[in-house]
């Protein structure tokens, strides 16, 4: 049997910033997200008769250090299954390369997906969303569309950090626009950068609090699908999660000069009476929030500002999905 | 008699960054500043037989709301010393103005310290410096030469608010670049962005621990002359300062694009062995601290790389003085 699952990224709008527990991916703070329809990994997994696991990303044979990673991922699917066999994993990102953005979210989470279906366990999203969480935290929240809690839990197994749905896709009302200031791989990792953030920002209690503070307004705005209040909320949370960096020791900062120009320019245009917002995760690109009508407009306003500012539009994806299900003939040769 | 004294700006190392009493000036935080010798003020002082007080800045008869500021100051010593007369003061800003650099440090530092003399009160430099808060906090700490804290003190009276003189100017071992990002006048003044950090940032507790840790390493790092040490701190300490303000509501940043560009650049030439650190305070200005006797090195290499950005370097400078006492011959007319 060969399942083919798709899921597509997210941008967190209330950023996740730190891990409680670094093996099993607990955050100190629930998150809240939006999943883009622009960007999705599809993922085919079948069992082979061979001792290890085999993992292609891009049609390419990937090292045994990868494989690892994801052996350990499929492992948990086995245990539960109690079937011991073997997986091959081909993973295709649609992300484009230039975009310098993190796939592991729609990765884990189409994996998750596809390894449901294959293995038979016939487990909620929300039950995948807790495995896809141990292979990168933010894939949690890709497993739904549109916006989407990623709640933090209490214990400390993990059994109540998962996602729920908080609005469907066609229900939201903003869309994204991606600026790729730079496409260079960063040279802190989002993992190193929360990690030191953790133990060494003495703004690192005041993130918590106040994120906590920030996604009980964040839902209420989406309740009554208030869009400047839910732009204002996305784009204090990532200047705070940005402002935690320059606290830590060594300080450090993914945004680069160029990135705050782009957000000086999405705040005077809001002074001139646009609905536009910033966010930033563990990188330097800008992503401007706004509602879906207007997303045009304003690429076209960011194209005759910045004219080498590459950008991609996206509006809200929805969640991950079996694409297709191949049983195999096994006696066809006979 | 007239009275003329001279007082140097100064720039923390470690920011003094919120007020827990914004009527006397007492600051939640005690901070340690450089005093420098290319930016100062002359004032100069005399009794004057008229109803109110006379302010003259740079030669201009200043508005009655600016002059009612420096009445309320001259009411202190007039009080201390049961002289009921009314004064004149002359002040003279050696401060360029493009430099958009706070002069009210060596104002208040320089008008406390005529006062004084004119008052015939004989307060020491750090008594003087406790009245000198209450016209800017900042002037406490130029009332001495090179190194200084000015000590927060707990009592709610302010009495024990008030500076002290860690290194003199000729023992410092550091000079400054000034780099003049931008001069125009800053939209949040540093009193109202303290006090929106104050009230609104969750970050603010975490800076006033982490500002009290760094103290004590600094004075040790002066201690040693350890200049790496004394640079990273004061580096740490910007960063810091700066990223409250994000966390502010409504966030707000004194940092410019451009701002970052020159801070980058200062980490940059660090990582290939130069000693210089970066530091700014409420608005776009980096100043640049490094050993004295690279201060003319670099800024070539500030040149080099930022044709158009001007700079002003500064050495340590030394602590309020009178410069002159003339003596009023009054019966020469008859």
Known sequence: MKVTARAHTNIALIKYWGKRDKKLFLP?????SLTLDAFYTDTTVSFIDQKEDVFLLNGELQSKEETQKISTFIQRFRDLSSLEKKVKVESWNHVPTAAG????????????????ELFQLSLSKEELS??????????????????????????????????????APEECPVGMIF?????????????????????????????????ATDLVQMKK?????????????TEK????????????????????PFSWEVIRKVQEWRQEGHTCYATM????????????????????????????LETICSLPGSGAQILSIEKNEKKKGY
């Open 28 to 32: 100190y703070n629930s998150s809240l």
């Open 101 to 116: 953005l993190a796939s592991s979210a729609s990765a884990y989470a189409a994996l998750a997906m596809a390894l449901n």
């Open 130 to 167: 807790i495995y896809a969480r141990q292979g990168s935290g933010s894939s949690t929240r890709s497993l739904f569309g549109g916006f989407v809690e990623w709640q933090k839990g209490t214990k400390q197994d993990g059994t109540d950090s998962y996602a729920v749905p908080i609005l």
């Open 179 to 211: 600026c790729l200031i730079n496409q260079e791989k960063k040279k802190i990792s989002s993992r190193e950068g929360m990690n030191r953030t953790v133990e060494t920002s003495p703004f690192y209690s005041g993130w918590v609090e106040s994120a």
């Open 221 to 233: 705005a989406i309740a009554k699908k208030d869009i400047p209040m839910i732009g204002e909320l």
């Open 237 to 256: 949370s990532a200047l705070k999660m940005h402002a935690t960096t320059l606290g830590a020791n060594p300080p450090f900062t993914y945004l680069e």
């Open 281 to 308: 995760d563990a990188g330097p690109n800008v992503k401007i929030l706004c509602p879906k009508e207007e997303i045009s407009l304003l690429q076209q306003k960011i194209k005759e500002t910045f004219p080498n």
